[in-house]
């Protein structure tokens, strides 16, 4: 045996066949999947990620596979970690991801504490991205995955060196979702054909406004609505709704439409202009976690990309005091630079993020 790997398994065709190809490779595999679903959510029994559907297919898919499973519960966890958080970085005028912070506090901390616990050494994730060790460097490499159109790597930025060395991906090297799912449909996994989970797992179907509405009513203030020369255009139902590029809940009147260009959490003031205004080359990033480099000491020329579906764009950043916080500027101008969303660098040719 290669070695005891706790394979974390979402319910869907991806996190299945990482647990099958992983076995197939001669690694001792244990099945985990995380109760994840909050009450409040009318989706949590029945679809998305995590879900107590899911993990009936997770179960299901297991026994299929041959290879145990367990369900732990993190619905206090993942509530504090993640549900919390989302709903606070909102009140702040800011438009998080959650799916990055579940990755890190939720799969890459807490559920890897547990897998070693376990008695496993390594975390096997479904996410298409590559790990590999630098020979010269000595450092484990988060690389985007073979399929770049399905890379998932801008997600996984915040994995430090220690969890990048006890990590799996093995659908990084696959030639794409197609190929899993030939996989799937070979093993005989009755969910080889489910569809992927496009949505955030705790929030139900009507969005993340009817969330906050029922989550956090208390953070939906009225408040202002402001041209960028400070004349008021209307009245907003919180500051919470709204995100940068935005053109929903605006007035009406103008002769062009309108979008939302900032958000001033201390005066709960919503700013409004013309998509012209959403142009800047100029961006500051905190809390930066490191890959392929111990860090920057000085201005790099990088590639950055500043949304999941983004694309990176060349940028140069200089560290601020610490290379933990970075000022950057883009070579052209970009749309939307978002307060909350990640900005993810790597280097030059290389696939590896920083």
Request: net charge neutral; proline share 4%; hydrophobic share 35%.
């Amino acid at each position: 045996m290669k070695g005891v790997v706790a394979a974390a398994m979402s319910g869907g065709v991806d996190s299945a066949v990482t647990a099958a190809l992983l076995k197939q490779d001669g690694y001792d595999v244990i099945g985990i999947t995380l109760q994840i679903w909050q009450e409040h959510s009318d989706t949590g029994k029945y679809g998305g990620c995590c879900s107590l559907g899911a993990v009936e297919d997770a179960r299901r898919a297991a026994t299929r596979i041959g290879i145990p499973h367990y369900v732990l519960n993190f619905r206090e966890y993942f509530a504090d970690k993640v549900i919390d958080n989302f709903v606070s970085e909102y009140a702040k005028g800011r438009t998080p991801n959650p799916c990055v912070e579940c990755n890190r506090s939720v799969k890459f901390e807490e559920l890897l504490r547990h897998a070693r616990n376990l008695g496993a050494d390594y975390l096997a994730t479904g996410h298409y991205a590559r790990i590999r060790l630098d020979e010269a460097s000595g450092r484990y490499q988060l690389m985007r995955a073979v399929d770049t159109t399905k890379d998932q790597s801008y997600a996984l930025y915040t994995l430090g060196q220690e969890a990048l060395s006890r990590t799996l991906m093995p659908l990084g090297k696959l030639a794409g979702k197609h190929e899993t799912r030939r996989i799937a449909n070979e093993l005989g996994l009755a969910l080889a054909n489910k569809p992927d989970s496009q949505e955030i797992c705790f929030v139900p179907r009507e969005g993340y406004v009817s969330f906050l509405e029922q989550k956090a009513p208390s953070i939906l203030k009225s408040g202002p609505i402001v041209d960028l020369t400070g004349r008021q255009l209307g009245t907003h139902e919180g500051i919470a709704l709204y995100t940068i590029g935005q053109r929903k809940r605006l007035p009406g009147g103008s002769t062009r439409p309108m979008v939302v260009v900032s958000l001033d959490a201390q005066t709960n003031t919503v700013v409004v202009g013309y998509e012209e205004d959403l142009l800047q080359q100029d961006f500051a990033v905190e809390n930066c976690t490191w890959s392929a480099i111990a860090g920057i000491f000085g201005e790099v020329e990088t590639l950055t990309k500043i949304r999941y579906n983004g694309v990176a764009a060349p940028a140069t950043i200089s560290p601020v005091g610490s290379d933990h916080e970075v000022t950057g500027k883009f070579v052209s101008p970009q749309r939307a630079i978002t307060p909350g969303q990640a900005a993810v660098f790597y280097g030059g040719e290389r696939e590896e993020y920083w």
